[in-house]
């Protein structure tokens, strides 16, 4: 490939590609990512294994599109749009990860052909453009919204939720999982603050052994001989230092004349954590949870009180207990007054396998609850937290936007059917745009296809003649009969926010790689 150097303006060591050359490089890295998570798409999609080449060579089992493309390292700028575009949607809505790449990296093949044909990229944009707008008035108009009836709108969560499970490796127990992320989601009572539901994973059992705990469980034991047992506790919630009752010898340098001096410094550490204990225990508590340690001394005082103690609770385990709880993370105990105590019905041990845990119930936060997910490894339990997540995130977009669309390739064929009528009517080159738009939107339903092993290109005739004939149509892709299959009767749902999200950011992000006809790489900064 032809580099040019601009004689004098160009650093040395800093290389250009323009025109042709500098299209033709975006155009292969964002395919070659689109083509990398194409095999992932839809409810037969194959799992990618992430191996990390550091210290401990990590492995991650995972067919979720932002996992694989986050964890690789590209060095082509085009495709790094494509992470981006990826990234962003598992933010916003949770799902849809590999659509989005996929549908751009479509978008963007059926454009080299355009720019091959001699037609101007921004006359592509313009159609692009055009085309989306269509899409998204179609998609519209195909959304459905049961929200003013409760028990058809949980019917439509549960199916959305299935859906979303489909393609992951939750798929088994789908009707299982579905039924424990709706419940979780319906307790937030349209809140849509996922950080009230906790995750806890242990290895052990089978998948279909996980379950919903109406409360808070934190993976943590209870101090020696402590209660392990306390009602209506009342829950102070530090980060503060409760390891400094001895004198760290490998980490201090003191000079002194006589052992005596050492014990009086010991003795010294000993009265100020005394004095921090008993501050601690001014506040009325009858339950002290501390990010850091706590020692033997500052343990055994809690004892003798009666106040059960909780060490070493992780950063997250510790905000998400001061929200659910509802108190502070306090780190200075002068002014017990000015603390916001957190609070619970009940504190106690149970056992979850062979694991000791500590479970709140009655907690401030109504709406907390705890899924417990069981499983035979930790890479099985990794991915399935990762399906989880998506299903909660998305059925979460639902709450926020009830509006559903029928899902198994049947808004693209619709999609497709509408962009194609606006691009017969459309004067100019445009109409090519409008029609390699329609091209990519049926590749998604042919991408599901291929994944399932069927003949594609048969299916996707098929269901085009199906939403010809019949404008109200609900058909798309059966994967379990190998044919055309209506939707709604399959249970097949989509949540509308997210498909919506997909059509948009994919037409953007083909958009912006278009628009390059340059691509200029900077000198790296001399060292030494």
Known sequence: MAMSQQGGILQQGATEERGENARLASFVGAVAIADLVKSTLGPKGMDKILQSVGRGQSVTVTNDGATILKAIYIDNPAAKVLVDISRVQDDEVGDGTTSVVVLAGELLREAEKLVSDKIHPMTIIAGYREACECAGKVLEESSFNNSHDVDLFRQDLTNIAKTTLSSKILTGDKEHFSNLAVDAIMRLKGSGNLEAIHVIKKTGGTLRESFLDEGYILDKRIGVGQPKRIENAKILVANTAMDTDKIKIYGARVKVDSMQKVADIEAAEKD?????????????????????LIYNFPEEIFADAGVMAIEHADFDGIENLALVLGGDIVSTFDDPSGVKLGSCKLIEEIMIGEDRLIHFSGVQLGEACTIVLRGASCHILDEAERSLHDALCVLQAAVKDSRVVYGGGFPEMRMAKAVEELASRTPGKKSLAME???????????????????????????????????????????VILGDAGDMAELGIYEAYRVKSQVVKSATEAAEMILRVDDIIRSAPRQRG
Do not use: W
């Open 272 to 292: 100020k954590m005394r004095e921090k204990c008993t501050k601690i225990l001014g506040h009325g508590i009858n339950c002290f949870i501390n990010r850091q």
């Open 436 to 478: 390699a738009y329609a091209r990519a939107l049926r590749a998604l339903p042919a991408t599901i296809c291929d994944n399932a092993g069927l003949d594609s290109s048969e299916i996707v005739a098929n269901l085009r003649a199906a939403h010809g004939a019949d404008p109200q149509s609900r058909m798309g892709v059966d």
